[in-house]
Nanobody, 117 residues
Framework: QVQLVESGGGLVQAGGSLRLSCVTS????????VGWYRQAPGKQREWVAG???????NYADSVKGRFTISRVNAKNTVYLEMNSLKPDDTAVYYC???????????WGRGTQVTVSS
């Protein structure tokens, strides 16, 4: 059974930092690309950042320079380091992967990030 479990969300003041984690199981983590998405109230889910199996990273323009995605294959975990947080970053953050071979897509249940002004 494939599981993605996010943690690390919380309430933080503008300008603060948080580090999100996503622990995966049931997949060969090291060969899969992984991404972070977010969904703010009343808005569509949007892509935030991605990291390939080879460690190449990419970011949405809205978070570039403030967020850093990384992975530790030995821990089956992907991280999202978020700095200089803004109220607009308030959202539920989700971990996502699409497995190599089957192409099936998996989501975690999300972790809430709230940034107060």
């Amino acid at each position: 059974q494939v599981q993605l479990v996010e943690s690390g969300g919380g309430l933080v003041q503008a300008g603060g930092s948080l580090r999100l984690s996503c622990v995966t199981s049931g997949i060969v983590f090291s060969i899969n690309d992984v991404g972070w998405y977010r969904q703010a109230p009343g808005k569509q889910r949007e892509w935030v950042a991605g990291i390939t199996s080879g460690g190449r990273t990419n970011y949405a323009d809205s978070v570039k320079g403030r967020f850093t995605i990384s992975r530790v294959n030995a821990k089956n975990t992907v991280y999202l380091e978020m700095n200089s947080l803004k109220p607009d970053d308030t959202a539920v953050y989700y971990c996502n992967t699409r497995t190599v071979g089957t192409g099936r897509e998996y989501w975690g249940r999300g972790t809430q990030v709230t940034v107060s002004s």
